[in-house]
């Protein structure tokens, strides 16, 4: 990175930085109360806002959601008469999966071969810091010259859309002339990339019964309807020969014009096994950015080890459904919940509830707001151009902020990249990313405001 008195200031504060995602990192903060403690969640709400109190934000607030979680709320004044500037991230994460299948801790922050490993350390406790550490260099060098928001929301992870219900409850809250989304991640490592398209998405939990009650699978195997077997059939069905998403009235043909993903490279990001073909029809960016795509994320069946010789009564799984801009998301839940139930073989009955929903994203890449990041990101990357990709993923609060502030720029940066292995075992961060964004972020809040 050349020589910049930002730059120099973000390099300097690094240290820090480490040692407040370490802080972060130690939260369980997930939002499934049922299995993690509500307490470390309030914990890390609690953490985000004394930083925001300790940077000189006021009216700091952990806002109640509807969905039983905390969002934090802080509020920087810029020079009177400036733009307003709303960063948004969150620090509430997945699962960790299995714990003893990650190298390290999940939740102890820990250096390896030049990466930060932790769950959360890229998705999205990571994203806090690049705010936190942009704003610190602004002060440093002249002062923040437009007023910040900001908002750190507790449920992302979960899909289950309190922020977005608190946000149109309490429009006026989050008004702002751009929107920085510090969620998403470039495409690699040391290309600065902003995310053009998210997938919008739609969860549900599936279920079958069949009998009574489980029986003896030699007194009964043969005749007595299996609702295991029953499921496994149903959840096929949403997957054709070439492993491509088939949900009945669905179209998935549409094509990807932008930034290219070459398979090679994506097999290795995805670390895909040698001989192992990949699935679905179309470029890859087509795949993973302009078409739907269906995952079973879970199954409630018995274990293989203890598994007794029984006819199982009833089963159920996790579906999750993504779905690309220009699809609606209830629309797309209607039509996997029809496709479920027409799928669903032997009579058996079948049984849908939503878990969370949330619609895709396009943003406008000619707006000033992106010429702004292109200038900024030049400087924290030098020698490479600004790429616009999509991203599978889902932020539901997107498009609620882009329905109550039609006018508000929306930019999606972050530190997910490939390698970063989000939503995975040995999630991490690279801190050169880290360093990098946060510069190019601060410079961002001074391009825009001059604009």
């Known amino acids: 990175m050349s020589s910049n008195p930002v730059a120099e200031t973000v390099a300097s504060l690094m240290p820090r930085a480490r040692a407040e995602l370490t802080e972060l990192v130690a939260f369980k903060s997930v939002a499934d109360f049922e299995q993690f403690p509500r307490s470390e969640s309030e914990g890390a709400a609690n953490w985000v806002a004394d930083a925001l109190r ?92 437009v007023n910040v928001k900001v908002i750190a929301e507790g449920s992302e992870e979960m899909g289950t859309g309190g922020l977005q219900q608190y946000a149109e409850a309490h429009p006026e809250l989050l008004t702002a002339d751009t929107v920085v989304i510090g969620d998403t991640g470039n495409f690699r490592v040391g290309l600065p990339t902003v995310t053009s398209t998210l997938r919008g998405m739609t969860m549900l939990r599936v279920q079958v019964d069949t009998l009574e009650g489980n029986l003896h699978s030699g007194q009964f195997g043969g005749a007595a309807p299996d609702a295991l077997g029953a499921l496994i059939r149903v959840l096929d069905s949403l997957r054709a020969e070439d492993g491509s998403t088939t949900v009945d009235g669905l179209t998935g043909e549409a094509s990807w014009d932008g930034l290219q993903y070459d398979e090679a490279q994506f097999r290795n990001d995805a670390h895909v096994l040698d001989g192992v073909e990949l699935i679905g029809s179309g470029t890859v960016a087509d795949r993973i950015w302009a078409r739907p795509a269906v995952t079973v994320l879970g199954i409630d069946c018995p274990p293989v080890v203890g598994a007794t010789p029984s006819v199982q009564a009833s089963a159920r799984a ?13 629309a797309a839940t209607k039509l996997l919940e029809a496709h479920l139930a027409a799928h669903t073989p032997w009579g058996a009955r079948v049984s849908t509830e939503q878990i969370g929903e949330g619609q895709a994203f396009r943003a406008d ?77 601060a410079l961002f809040l001074r391009n825009y405001a001059a604009s």
């Open 54 to 145: 300790a940077e000189g934000f006021q009216d700091v607030a952990l806002l109640d959601t509807p969905d039983g979680t905390q969002s934090v709320y802080g509020f920087l004044p810029g020079p009177e008469g400036a733009r307003t500037v709303l960063l948004y991230a969150h620090y509430d994460v997945q699962p960790p999966l299995d714990e003893a299948a990650w190298t390290s801790p999940p939740f102890e922050l820990t250096e390896r071969d030049g990466r930060w490993y932790g769950r959360g350390a890229a998705d999205c406790k990571g994203g806090v810091i690049m705010h936190l550490l942009a704003l610190r260099a602004l002060k440093a060098n002249g002062g923040v010259p």
């Open 318 to 330: 996790l579906v999750s459904l993504r779905v690309p801009p220009g699809v609606d998301a209830p």
């Open 365 to 441: 890449t000619a707006s000033p707001a992106y010429a702004a990041m292109a200038e900024a990101m030049a400087v924290a990357y030098p020698g490479q151009e600004l790429q616009y990709a999509g991203q599978g993923g889902s932020i539901p609060l997107c498009n609620t902020l882009a329905s109550l502030y039609p006018r508000a720029e929306i930019l999606l940066i972050g530190l997910s990249e490939p390698e970063a292995r989000i939503h995975a075992v040995d999630e991490s961060v690279s801190p050169e990313e880290l360093e990098r964004l946060s510069v190019a972020e």
